[in-house]
């Protein structure tokens, strides 16, 4: 059982970050892929593959609500008859967008930060959340120029042997190794044109992976039925760990619900047969049977919810989704238009995101489970006197200890931190940190940014309502000083993103 203080509790919940700096062999690397390309028009190019984005969005609108309920209701029902009507002939294809040379040019050039950003600040939360979970084995689905392998690469180094990538665009997979040709170190990297050519080249035991992710791909699949075809091959693909990502968008947001929502039905559904199946057998070969089957063919969600039950933001008008503000790098500032106004020097980027795991959630403690919290009342009653006494020399300090904080207190420059980060590009991983929130379910998720009015913090949370994740539901908590001072401190430190312990 995990016991926390206030402080450490403040250092569990923190899983947002400030501004996140592209690593210096990212960026050089994009540099250098823009140097060897064709330049002219590259504003034009930029441009029109944000216009691309924008059609496939009015696509997916397009597709029926009522049809589009019905199949996530019961997923498997007559999938194969209404296919038919689900194919919509485009440009892009039933498995996604296949990108053309300037289109992949434009996206290193005016989306990959970002999209890395966004899969780098996930994957950081999962190894957080998983200090045991160290993948050797990974599927890249949609991986584009890489921007998620870039990720992972940053986040588990040195357990990663093999990465299997599945873009269908040529022009992507050119991109990604070019992008790749300079590191040192790295796993062994197999692309794919598609899930089928991946089963037809390997077999059984190497179609296992221990992470499998798909990040900013379901998206540009215009068909449902294909999205739920290909989230249940990845999801067979997937030995521990499956993580969806897509723009933080109304259509982006249901896309990740309907998903997570179907995994969790059909991992219920095995679960159930499984019991069935073994029924007839004793009951201590049936116990096993039972455990061996949830552990197999459950799941549970490892972020951002805490539970794994019906989504509370569903048919509320709200939808759930995170931000990343990341310094934009020099070819976005060069080739991202602004409309008549001066290009800001960052960025933000939203993203909605799902983490699964196989196996049965945990039963964790609580992280308020014991902890005793004092009113500012009662800690002003234990003041002593000589508290309030104040000593002039630790107020103002000495000549070298300001000298000192005057050095502490410099800024460096974004340059110098990529130029630091080319010898410490690893120090993160060797860390350690002690305090880590579990996959219990006592720890909601902040969505939105919380609203401060005086000395009242009001924030809304999605959490768990039972203590077996069972069910949740979206609250909003509101936090005084008076009454607890100690998670009012932590309340004012908390950002969108955030956890909550209860």
């Not at 197999?296 to 989504?311: I, L, T, Y």
Request: glycine share 6%; aromatic share 8%; with cysteine.
């Amino acid at each position: 059982m995990a016991s926390f203080t206030p402080e450490t509790l403040r250092s569990a919940a923190k899983q947002s970050e400030g501004i996140h700096l592209i690593p210096l062999s990212l960026r050089r690397a994009i540099k250098k892929f823009l140097r060897e390309q064709e330049k002219a028009h590259m504003n034009r190019k930029v441009l029109r593959l944000s216009e691309s984005f924008s059609r496939i969005k009015d696509v997916n609108l397009q597709l029926s609500a009522t049809a589009s309920r019905e199949l996530v209701e019961d997923p498997l029902r007559s999938i194969d008859r209404r296919s038919g009507r689900w194919k919509i002939r485009s440009a892009y294809g039933d498995i996604g967008l296949r990108y053309s040379e300037d289109e992949t040019v434009a996206y290193v050039a005016s989306r990959m930060p970002a999209v890395y950003s966004a899969c780098f600040r996930v994957l950081k939360e999962v190894r957080r959340r998983l200090p045991g979970f160290s993948p050797a084995r990974v599927l890249d689905f949609g991986a584009g120029p890489g921007s998620a392998l870039w990720a992972m690469r940053e986040v588990w180094s040195r357990s990663l042997q093999q990465v299997n990538l599945v873009e269908p665009s040529k022009d992507m997979q050119r991109a990604a190794q070019i992008l790749l040709r300079d590191l040192k170190e790295l796993p062994v990297i197999h692309s794919y044109d598609s899930i089928q050519a991946l089963n037809r080249t390997l077999n059984k035991r190497e179609r296992e992976h221990d992470l499998v992710i798909s990040s900013y791909a379901l998206g540009e699949i215009p068909s449902l039925s294909d999205r739920i075809t290909i989230v249940r091959q990845l999801w067979d693909l997937t030995q521990d760990v499956l993580v969806l990502l897509e723009p933080g968008t109304p259509h982006g947001s249901k896309i990740i619900r309907q998903m997570r929502s179907y995994i969790l039905w059909m991992a219920k559904r095995k679960c159930r047969k499984s019991k069935n199946k073994s029924g007839e057998v004793s009951s201590d070969e049936m116990s096993i049977a039972v455990g061996t089957a949830a552990l197999k063919n459950g799941a549970f969600v490892v972020a951002p919810c805490s539970h794994d039950g019906r989504c509370p933001l569903e048919n509320s008008g709200k939808y759930c989704h995170f931000v990343q503000r990341l310094e934009r790098t020099s070819s976005q500032r060069a080739y991202k238009r602004s409309k008549g106004e001066p290009l800001r020097g960052f960025e933000d980027e939203k993203f909605c995101f799902v983490a699964l795991r196989r196996g049965k959630r945990p039963m964790e403690a609580w992280p308020l489970d014991g902890m005793e919290f004092e009113t500012l009342k009662e800690q002003h009653a234990k003041r002593n006197p000589e508290d309030l006494i104040i000593d002039y020399e630790d107020q103002f300090g000495s000549e070298e200890d300001e000298e000192s904080e005057f050095e502490d207190s410099l800024v460096p420059y974004a340059s110098d931190v990529g130029e630091t980060s080319m010898f410490h590009e690893h120090d993160d991983e060797e860390e350690e940190e002690e305090d880590r929130a579990d996959v219990g379910g006592g720890w909601g998720r902040i969505i939105y940014a919380p609203v401060r009015r005086g000395r009242q913090i009001q924030m809304d949370v999605c959490r768990s309502t039972k203590r077996d994740g069972s069910e949740g539901a979206f609250q909003r908590v509101v936090v005084t000083k008076s009454k607890n001072p100690a998670l009012h401190h932590q309340a004012r430190r908390s950002l969108w993103g955030d956890l909550w312990p209860f």
